[in-house]
């Protein structure tokens, strides 16, 4: 996870802070390394929400679609897994976010790289580092969708996921 500055940019409607992330990936074999599982699928639902002190974090259902790595050989596709991300909505209604890692939203097609820090509770790696869009992507075509990174600064590849998956699956 990341480690909050004391840096924040706010408007009357949206409150971002500026995030400087405890460790940097450089490729998908670093961002493998490191993760517990590496999955496709889609956001389905908002799980939980809830703030400490002025650090809102939120709790999204993921629905698998593929697997493409774990470690500890316990998710399949088809189930759910719940995804914390720091940011969501503080107490009177703001909006609060981290500036280089929105909010996910429901309905967003991903494969995300995670660290398992629960049962069934994953974070994403390296914040936007491990996070990749798959736009249009649904569990009939999580293999042949196209896979994007986040931003132009993240980690980058260009491929489908099942691509990705092979790449993955490299020593």
């Known amino acids: 996870m990341g480690s909050l500055l004391a840096a924040c940019s706010s408007s009357a409607s949206h409150q971002q802070s500026a995030v400087s992330w ?17 999955v496709a699928g889609s956001f389905t639902a ?3 929400q809830t703030t400490s002190g002025d650090s809102p974090s939120t709790d999204f259902t993921f629905a698998v679609s593929k697997v493409l790595a774990d470690k500890a050989k316990t998710t399949v596709a088809g189930s759910a897994i719940t995804i914390h991300q720091t940011g969501g909505s503080m107490s009177d209604g703001t909006p609060v976010s981290t500036e280089d ?5 429901v309905g967003e097609a991903t494969v995300l790289f995670l660290h398992q820090y629960s049962p069934g509770h994953f974070y994403v790696v390296g914040g936007p580092n491990g996070r990749f869009e798959t736009p249009g992507a649904n569990a009939k075509s999580a293999g042949v969708a196209a896979v994007k990174p986040f931003n132009s600064e993240t980690v980058q590849f260009t491929g489908s996921v099942d691509q990705l998956a092979a790449e993955v699956a490299k020593p």
């Not at 890692?101 to 939203?105: A, I, N, Q, R, S």
């Open 22 to 38: 405890a460790e940097h990936y450089n490729d998908i074999h670093d961002l493998t390394a490191h993760s517990n599982l590496v």
């Open 46 to 48: 908002v799980a939980k």
């Open 101 to 105: 890692d929105p909010l996910f939203k």
